[in-house]
């Protein structure tokens, strides 16, 4: 069973940078993608970017330019730096497999963007 427990968020003004960790208690080796997603209040879940165990990554058009994915298979840890954040990036922050797996949802972390 992974436990996924994410990090690193907080309040921020906008045009501000977070970085957010995601660190797994087994090897997220074997999982093939892993995934940030967010959910801000009244809205579905979303994905906003995903990478693969070889690195290939892939955004959301919301995100794209300005978030980064990464995952260092050695901590068993996937990041997500966030750059020239905006108010409508307020939610909160979960990392998950993709597809993502019920079983590993985490408490998330939530991020605040004022303006």
């Known amino acids: 069973q992974v436990q996924l427990v994410e990090s690193g968020g907080g309040l921020v003004q906008a045009g501000g940078s977070l970085r957010l960790s995601c660190a797994a208690r087994r090897s997220i080796f074997s999982i093939l993608v892993m995934g940030w997603y967010r959910q801000a209040p009244g809205k579905q879940r979303e994905l906003v970017a995903s990478i693969t165990s070889g690195g290939s990554t892939n955004y959301a058009d919301s995100v794209k330019g300005r978030f980064t994915i990464s995952r260092d298979n050695a901590k068993n840890t996937v990041y997500l730096q966030m750059n020239s954040l905006k108010p409508e990036d307020t939610a909160v922050y979960y990392c998950?497999?993709?597809?993502?797996?019920?079983?590993?949802w985490g408490q998330g972390t939530q991020v605040t963007v004022s303006s």
């Open positions: 998950n497999a993709d597809p993502a797996v019920a079983a590993y």
